[in-house]
């Protein structure tokens, strides 16, 4: 349901003039696969330690109320943050335009 | 009694930060103005001792902790000031006088050597200490040929024992009356008389005359008086003598005169304060009204009784709780670090008694939405460093007494470093350093998985797509022609996500502040139709945005419906039957549809009827009772105030308190107006204020262009220059990207999101749940007074 990442493929795709085919000298194109569910389980937890569980930690004083506030409210925050921007990129409906340096930049430094 | 009461006001006051004056408005006994008037004469004195000292460049010890207020008898001693002042002005004057006459006598000297040719008789005579006998040929002569040079001033010059100083003078006085002018000073060392040669003291003295007959007088006189004459060479040490003198009476004030500032101006605001009591039946005792809070009720009574005993007054002082209608002022507790972001509130109003205090939350949000416009790592970073060294340095003395714009810069230090830091997190997030996107765990896009002339990677070719990025934007959109495309839907959708959740925490506020205040049918009939009015159209908002990011992938963005379109069709159901997000939206939309429709009502009407219904159906309990009833009603919040046990328990009865009424008083029109007017603002303020959240992309996307161009103006041409020419040619580039990174991205960008940043806490949150229609609670404070000199000599 969340987005598939390898999806079945259903026609022959159009733009592909030859497939990917590992030239001398250059290694094959990395696939940096991301999964979704590490980065989710990673800050979910980490947001979550300081917005929970890091109130039962401030020590008692005049400011104890302030600062319990300030971190729920940061975690909050960033957290909400960071998950919006993560769900906008989990199923993208267009890529990328990219010019014709950029792509041999890309190709042959990235991958 | 009577004279005790300054001390003891005087011990309360070093309490500082507990009471404010009620300003008893019936009942002015001005008794003490004319102490008031003394202190302002003493601190006019006390400001010319100031100017003085300044300009004689004598250092100004300004002491760390400022005295106390000085006690009755002490007053007293502060009339030495007075004679002070006087004797200055008249050393002052006479140094003046002693100055231009020297530099005419200069004049006259340069005259008189030019003319020695004429004049046979040889006129030079450097006379030292030794040489006595009054040479009166050589004085005339002096004296004539000034005369001759047309000179209307005239002037004698020498010393005077000590013993004859007083005769000399009176004899001066009696015979030129008033024309001429005597000033003298004393010698350091004493000298030996020529006749008697004992060690005597000695005064220098010079005398300047108008007019011929007169100088014949002064003549005269001074050869009476046994003297000596000397040259203008020797007024140089009169002058010198006068000035150390000057300097050391200056030397001597300026030790003390830091302590009497401040003394004189807390005698003044004592004696001010006084001004505000009244006077009792048997006119001995003053009353003052405070306002006290009910933690330091304790504290009042301890200083009061102390200050009895300090004083030794035969009737101690004492407090009395009263009831009271009005409403006490707003008192907030802060710390240095609260203390900015609660005067960001204050500023829009300060909060009435016992609501919800937004400054609270104000200290993670309003650095959050405007590190959301703001963006940007490496500006953000420097934003940090800066804020970090004020912070760092918040005790340096020259930081604290700084002038206006950087004390302005100063006291936000602790909101400019979160902003900062904010700021790093959501640059990471956008993936903006200083306008460049930095590649951490390596793209999620594969270009190498299709291939073309000018490419727009299609995520549904298997191979090009691998998974979104984890932390933030994907850096390939950095390099993308249609980066703005993606963003300005990524962020569009993200600030009306970001705004009804801010709308909604304000609502939800308001409930605390029903709580708090006991009125539970607002919350209802006033709250929750409120929550459902925003949540059944804004909140379905959010769930069809976040929807479609789940649902639709690259396979089905042919058919993937617009969200705006399907928003606006959620009220105009249009005739044809398009697909929809998802099956059976359009019962979920209608259903959604009529729960916001039977709220609106319930919005409008749903309060005033209550309050009629009650004011109808339910007696009021105060009726029957007397007036006193009607007070403490009135008075639920100031049970605090009051601390007797009895009144509490009768409290609880009148929990559901009909409480803005007094039963005569229930305007059923009034209260239903503003109700309307409070609804119609409202439901027509969600959608403003939802569409006025746009101003996060807004202002994001701004920050971003204006990054980006700055970029490419200016480091790209340096880049791209021949390394022969380029490293010379980069410096400069380099420079100039700084000064206008800091000075249009940091001041200009960060002023216009630090406002709208404001503009949203002030506005669209805060009216959902914040009154701020109280005062501010001002203790009267010695803390508060300035301790600073230039404060007063301006």
Redesign the interface.
């Known amino acids: 349901m969340l987005g598939a990442h390898c999806p079945v493929r259903t026609r022959a795709p159009e733009h592909l003039q030859f497939g990917p085919a590992p030239q001398p000298g250059h290694p094959a194109p990395a696939m940096t696969a991301h999964s979704f569910a590490l980065p989710v389980i990673i800050f979910t937890t980490f947001w979550g330690l300081i917005g929970i569980a890091g109130p039962w930690f401030v020590p008692k004083g005049p400011n104890r109320g302030v600062t319990i506030t300030m971190l729920v409210a940061t975690a909050v925050c960033c957290y909400l943050f960071w998950l919006i921007t993560i769900l906008a990129q989990l199923n993208p409906l267009f890529g990328p335009q990219l010019k014709n340096e950029t792509i041999w930049y890309v190709r042959f430094l990235w991958e | 009694t009577f004279s005790s009461i300054p001390e003891v006001d005087v011990l309360l006051a070093n309490f500082s930060s507990f009471s404010q004056l009620n300003q008893n408005v019936s009942s002015f006994q001005r008794k003490f103005v004319g102490e008031v008037k003394r202190c302002e004469e003493l601190e006019r004195i006390l400001a010319y001792l100031v100017q003085e000292i300044n300009r004689a460049d004598i250092p100004l010890p300004e002491g760390e902790t400022s005295p106390p207020a000085p006690p009755l008898k002490q007053v007293l001693e502060m009339q030495q000031l007075q004679k002070l002042e006087v004797e200055l002005r008249e050393v002052t004057k006479n140094k003046e006088k002693l100055r231009k006459n020297l530099l005419e006598l200069i004049e006259y000297t340069h005259m008189l050597r030019v003319t020695k040719t004429f004049v046979k008789r040889n006129v030079e005579f450097e006379p030292t200490y030794e040489e006595f006998p009054p040479l009166e040929n050589d004085s005339l002569l002096d004296y004539s040929c000034m005369q001759r040079l047309g000179a209307k001033l005239g002037f004698v010059s020498g010393l005077i024992n000590q013993g004859k100083v007083e005769a000399f003078e009176k004899m001066l006085w009696r015979v030129c009356k008033g024309y001429t002018i005597v000033t003298y000073a004393e010698l350091d060392e004493p000298l030996e008389d020529p006749e008697t040669g004992e060690v005597i003291k000695w005064y220098v003295f010079l005398i300047s005359f108008w007019g011929e007959q007169i100088g014949h007088k002064v003549k005269k006189i001074c050869d009476c008086v046994f003297w000596s004459r000397w040259t203008c060479d020797y007024l140089y040490t009169v002058l010198h003598k006068t000035e150390d003198y000057l300097r050391q009476v200056l030397c001597k004030a300026a030790e003390s005169v830091y302590s009497h500032v401040i003394q004189v101006k807390k005698m003044k605001a004592i004696y001010h304060m006084l001004n505000m009591c009244s006077f009792d039946v048997t006119n001995k005792c003053l009353i003052a009204e405070v306002w006290c809070p009910e933690a330091d009720l304790h504290d009042l009574r301890r200083a009061l009784e102390q200050g009895s005993r300090e004083s030794g007054a035969t009737i101690p002082s004492f407090m009395n709780t009263i009831p009271t209608k009005e409403t006490p002022p707003t008192l907030i507790r802060t ?1 240095k670090f ?1 203390e900015g972001f609660q005067n960001i509130v204050d500023a829009y109003g300060v909060g009435s008694y016992r609501e919800v205090n937004p400054a ?2 104000t ?3 309003f650095p ?1 939405l405007f590190a ?1 416009m703001f963006g940007d790592f490496g500006h953000g970073f420097v934003m940090f460093l800066f804020a970090l060294l004020l912070v760092l340095n918040e005790n340096h003395p020259r930081l604290n007494q700084s002038q206006e714009i950087m004390r302005m810069f100063f006291n936000g230090r602790y909101i400019l470093l979160l902003m900062g830091l904010f700021s790093v ?2 640059g990471l ?1 956008y993936n903006d350093c200083f306008s460049k996107s930095v ?1 951490l ?34 850096p ?2 950095n ?5 703005l ?2 963003l300005n ?2 962020k569009m ?2 600030s009306v ?2 705004g009804i ?1 801010h709308m909604t925490f304000g609502v939800i506020l308001g409930i605390f502040n029903h709580l708090h205040f006991r009125k539970k049918f607002n919350i209802y009939l006033v709250s929750v139709p409120e929550l459902l009015f925003m949540l059944c159209i804004f909140g379905y908002l959010i769930f069809m945005i ?1 929807y479609k ?7 089905t ?1 042919r058919v ?1 419906p617009s969200i705006l379109i399907e928003f606006i069709n959620m009220f105009l159901f249009p005739a044809s039957e398009t697909n929809g997000l998802y099956s059976g939206q359009e019962h979920v939309q209608r259903l959604l549809l009529v729960v916001t429709a039977l709220s609106v009502p319930v919005l409008f009407l749903g309060k005033p009827l209550f309050l009629l219904w009650l004011h109808n159906g339910r007696s009021c309990f105060g009726v029957s009772r007397s007036g006193y009833t009607l007070i403490r009603k009135d008075s639920e919040e100031e049970v605090s105030l009051l601390g007797s046990q009895d009144i509490e328990e009768g409290n609880n009865r009148m929990e559901d308190g009909c409480r803005e009424m007094t039963c005569e008083e229930f305007n059923f029109g009034e209260i239903l107006m503003t109700q309307v007017i409070h609804s119609i603002e409202y439901c027509l303020g969600c959608i403003s204020n939802t569409a006025s959240y746009l101003r996060l992309w807004a202002l994001s996307l701004a920050h971003a262009q204006l990054s980006d161009v700055l970029w490419t103006m200016l480091v790209r041409v340096g880049l791209r220059v021949d390394t022969t020419y380029g490293v010379l040619l980069l410096l400069p580039v380099i420079a100039l990207f700084a000064v206008l990174t800091i000075f249009i991205l940091l001041i200009m960008e960060g002023l216009s999101a630090f406002l709208h940043a404001i503009r949203l806490h002030w506005v669209e949150f805060q009216n959902k749940f914040y009154v701020g229609a109280g005062t501010k609670f001002v203790p009267f404070s010695f803390r508060l007074l300035s301790s600073k000199f230039s404060d007063d000599v301006a």
């Open positions: 710390n609260t609270l939350f200290i993670i949000t959050f959301v997190y959501t997030i590649n765990f390596g793209s999620g896009w594969n270009v190498s998985a299709m291939h073309s002339r000018v490419l727009q990677l299609d995520p549904s070719v298997p191979g090009v797509f691998q998974g979104p990025y984890p932390l933030g934007i994907d390939i959109w390099l993308a022609t249609n980066r495309t993606f839907s990524f959708k993200m996500i970001l959740i976040v990011w789940l649902v639709y992938s690259a396979e963005s993937a």
